[in-house]
Each structure stands twice: as structure tokens, then as C-alpha cells.
Nanobody
């Protein structure tokens, strides 16, 4: 069982930045691909970014390309989401997710383990 704990959310003005972190409990973290998803009130959960276990392959939804950067530190069992130039439409509950294997996917059903989420609120 993998336990995930997100942190780094908060309230920020439009144009500001936040850095989300997701710490995984298991030592075998390096064998897992990681993803970030978000869910705004009244909307379905959507893909934000994903990273392969090696860190060499990264994927982003179009609306965050050029603004968000996903990275990972396998020695710390942690994945990060650096969010710059934040917009009010980025407001959501952000979840990190893990799937065994080296390849990252952009669909939620591919991920086996989920964190509880961290709230990001961007004011205009």
C-alpha cells in the first residue's frame, strides 16, 4: 500500500506562484509513475501533469503548458508541481496519484493510489 500526502496549497492572487509537493510512503517510489489531477467545484476531475519514474518524460494538459512544471526527487520519495502565472480558473482541489511501472499516463483510471488533495485558490 502506498500512502500519499500532498502539501503546498493555499490562497494566491492571479499571477502568483505555488509549489505543491506529494510525499509517498514507500521506498519503492522510484518504480512508480506519478500524476497530478485537479477537481473544481461542480466539475469532473481532470488531468494536470504526469511524470515517468525516470523523470525524463513529462506530460501536461494544454491549459497549464508553459506555466506548470512537474518534477520528482526519488531520493526523497517526492513529486512536485511548480505552478506559475496562476489564473482564477486554476482554482481546484489538487490530487497526486501513483501508478506502478515506469510509464506515466494522463487518465485517472490508470492510477492506483491517490492522496487526499490540497486546495489551491487563485483570486482575481
Amino acid at each position: 500500500q502506498v500512502q500519499l500526502e500532498e502539501s503546498g496549497g493555499g490562497l494566491v492572487q492571479a499571477g502568483g506562484s505555488l509549489r505543491l509537493s506529494c510525499a509517498a510512503s514507500r521506498r519503492t517510489f522510484s518504480n512508480y509513475a506519478m500524476g497530478w489531477f485537479r477537481q473544481a467545484p461542480g466539475k469532473e476531475r481532470e488531468f494536470v501533469a504526469a511524470i515517468s519514474w525516470s523523470g525524463y518524460s513529462t506530460y501536461y494538459t494544454d491549459s497549464v503548458k508553459g506555466r506548470f512544471t512537474i518534477s520528482r526527487d526519488n531520493a526523497k520519495n517526492t513529486v512536485y508541481l511548480q505552478m506559475n502565472s496562476l489564473k482564477p480558473e486554476d482554482t481546484a482541489l489538487y490530487y497526486c496519484a501513483v501508478r506502478p511501472g515506469s510509464v506515466a499516463y494522463t487518465t485517472a483510471y490508470e492510477y492506483n493510489y491517490w492522496g487526499q488533495g490540497t486546495q489551491v485558490t487563485v483570486s482575481s
